[in-house]
C-alpha cells in the first residue's frame, strides 16, 4: 500500500492511493471498520505487519461501497506523513558516489545526525528559504519509517522492524553547515525537511537493493542513481543505530544521498527562490517542492 496524509477542506485525514489520481479516506471509512482500520496512520503504523495484509485485502470492496470516500488527488493537499515523528535520524556520506564527489572517505561505521521535526513539511509545500541563507542545496534521500520498538536489533531481524519507506529531501544551508564544521544548524531550519507524499508499505516496496533515485531541479536531471551504491544498506542501517538508540514507531531515517548534491557541481548550482524541485523514487512517488523566501 501506499499510505499518505493530507488535508481535505481543512480537514486533516490520511488515506491509500488507490491509482495515479485518487487517494481513498482510511480515515472517513475506519468507524465502519474498527477492529481493522485505525483512525490514524500512526496507529495503524504501531500496529506494523498485523494490519497491513488485512486491509489489502478488504481493500477492493471497500473502494466499490464508499465513493464518497474517494478523493481526487487534485482537490487535497498533502501533508508530511508522520508529523511528529519521536526521531529524525539522518546519515551522512552513505553513497560511494556522493563520498566521491566530495572527496570524503568512504566511512566504516553508519555517520549520523539527528533533524528537529519541526523542518517536516508536505509534497508540494513550500522552502522557506532564509533571506541570510546563500547556498541552499538539495538531497534526494530513502526513508526508512521504524514500526516496531527495538533495541541492539539482529541484522537478520531487522527487516520485522521497518514499516514502510519515503522520500526526504535533506534541505541544507551549505554556507552555515561548512562554517560550524557540523551539521546541525545548517539543516535545521524551518521546512528542511520535506517528507512524502506517500509511505510505501514494507511488503511491496521491491529490491531495497537497486532502488532508482532521482533528482530534478527546474526539469534539470541532477541526480541519477540507485539505493545499490549505498555504503549501509536499509537492513545495516537499522541494526547499527539500534545499537546506539532505542527505535520507536514512527521514527524516520534518511538514509543518505547519492552524488549530484549542488555545491560539489563545478561551478556549484545552489537553489534559488522560485526553483522547484522534484524528488522520485521507485515504488514509492514523486516529492515536489518549490523554494520562497
Not at 177 to 201: C, E, H, M, N, V
Request: charged letters at 25%; glycine letters at 6%.
Amino acid at each position: 500500500m501506499k499510505l499518505g496524509r493530507f488535508s481535505y477542506k481543512n480537514n486533516e485525514q490520511y488515506g491509500v492511493l488507490i491509482n495515479k489520481t485518487k487517494i481513498l479516506s482510511l480515515s472517513v471509512i475506519s468507524p465502519y471498520y474498527r477492529r481493522l482500520i485505525p483512525k490514524r496512520l500512526e496507529d495503524m503504523i504501531l500496529q506494523n505487519h498485523k494490519t497491513i495484509k488485512k486491509v489489502e485485502n478488504m481493500l477492493s470492496g471497500i473502494k466499490k461501497d464508499n465513493e464518497e470516500a474517494v478523493y481526487d488527488l487534485t482537490e487535497i493537499k498533502f501533508l508530511p506523513p508522520i508529523t511528529h515523528p519521536p526521531k529524525i535520524v539522518c546519515l551522512g556520506l552513505n553513497y560511494y558516489d556522493h563520498a566521491a564527489e566530495a572527496k570524503a572517505e568512504v566511512p566504516d561505521e553508519p555517520v549520523i545526525f539527528m533533524k528537529p521535526s519541526t523542518t517536516l513539511t508536505g509534497s508540494n509545500q513550500p522552502i522557506v528559504k532564509p533571506k541570510f541563507v546563500k547556498q541552499l542545496d538539495y538531497e534526494g534521500e530513502l526513508v526508512i519509517v521504524i514500526g516496531k520498538k527495538g533495541k541492539n536489533i539482529p541484522l537478520e531481524k531487522a527487516e520485522d522492524y521497518i514499516f514502510g519507506y519515503t522520500i526526504m529531501n535533506d534541505v541544507s544551508a551549505r554556507d552555515i553547515q561548512f562554517k560550524d564544521k557540523q551539521w546541525t544548524r545548517g539543516k535545521s531550519f524551518d521546512t528542511f525537511a520535506p517528507l512524502g507524499p506517500y509511505i510505501t508499505t514494507a511488503n511491496q516496496i521491491g529490491n531495497l537493493n537497486n532502488l532508482r533515485i532521482k533528482t530534478w531541479v527546474n526539469g534539470e536531471l541532477r541526480q541519477d542513481s540507485s539505493t545499490k551504491n549505498m555504503v549501509f544498506n536499509v537492513f545495516q542501517i537499522v541494526h547499527h543505530l539500534s545499537k546506539v538508540m532505542t527505535l520507536e514507531p514512527c521514527d524516520i531515517i534518511a538514509t543518505g544521498t547519492p552524488a549530484g548534491v549542488g555545491t560539489f557541481m563545478k561551478p556549484p548550482k545552489f537553489l534559488q527562490v522560485g526553483d522547484e524541485v522534484k524528488i522520485e523514487i521507485e515504488n514509492i512517488g514523486i516529492l515536489v517542492n518549490k523554494v520562497v523566501e
